[in-house]
């Protein structure tokens, strides 16, 4: 398994800001996910990042909203912009694993408060 | 379509077994999984099974999938505490431009009384 870890663990900010996530793994891997969890919910992927290729953005999810960047095979930010009190969250990446089980393993996740 | 469904609240006495169940919709997912989420935490990977398989043992954790019916359960043998948690389960879906997508079930949240 990847040990993932991700910065910050969580943060408040203010309606109208921007946050940026960071996402760091000890292994190279192909695919970075980041997923978000809104209070009491499941968790909904966002996007998928693949190093040196745009972002792929599921239904609901716009890249101006939540940005992407995958500069190495170890790395990957997550930005959320223009932060409104529904952007209280908790957003968490995670990473494909080697091996055919698909399996993805998951970062602690940041928990975001928007006032 | 992608809705995995499970029941919200489980409460158990320690000591004895827990059974949280799970049921999905896609067939075609080749693997199952359950993670386990902690107060604070993130998520960690407890199990999964194959989709062939009908059932797999790993421990305390006892996995059995009806492939016909769709239903995947998870049960803990002499429940702790420390199982207190959320627990998800999730199937996989192929991605169009590569990789793999996980639609998590909506959570089971496992209270464990002493």
């Known amino acids: 398994s990847a040990v993932i870890s991700q910065k910050p663990s969580r943060d408040i900010c203010q309606r109208g800001t921007s946050l940026t996530i960071q996402c760091q793994v000890d292994?190279?891997?192909?695919?970075m996910f980041w997923y978000r969890q809104q209070p009491g919910q499941s968790l909904t992927l966002i996007a998928t990042?693949?190093?040196?290729?745009?972002?792929?953005?599921e239904s609901g999810f716009v890249i101006d909203k939540f940005p992407i960047s995958r500069p190495n095979l170890t790395f990957s930010t997550l930005t959320v912009s223009n932060m409104s009190p529904e952007d209280s969250s908790i957003y968490l990446c995670s990473v494909e694993g080697a091996g055919p089980t698909d399996t993805q393993y998951f970062g602690p996740g940041t928990r975001l408060t928007v006032l | 379509g992608e809705d995995v469904e499970q029941s919200l609240f489980l409460s158990v006495r320690e000591g004895d077994s827990s059974v949280i169940n799970c049921t999905y919709t896609?067939?075609?997912?080749?693997?199952l999984y359950w993670y386990k989420q902690e107060p604070g935490a993130g998520l960690q990977l407890l199990t999964y099974i194959f989709s062939n398989m009908d059932m797999k043992q790993d421990q305390r954790l006892t996995v059995l999938l009806n492939k016909k019916d769709k239903h995947l359960s998870l049960r803990i043998a002499d429940t702790q505490t420390g199982d207190s948690a959320i627990y998800f389960c999730a199937e996989i879906f192929a991605l169009t431009g590569g990789g793999n997508k996980l639609t998590f079930g909506t959570g089971t949240q496992l209270k464990v009384e002493l």
């Open positions: 292994s190279q891997v192909t695919m």
């Open positions: 990042a693949n190093q040196g290729s745009e972002a792929t953005y």
């Open positions: 896609d067939s075609s997912s080749t693997y």
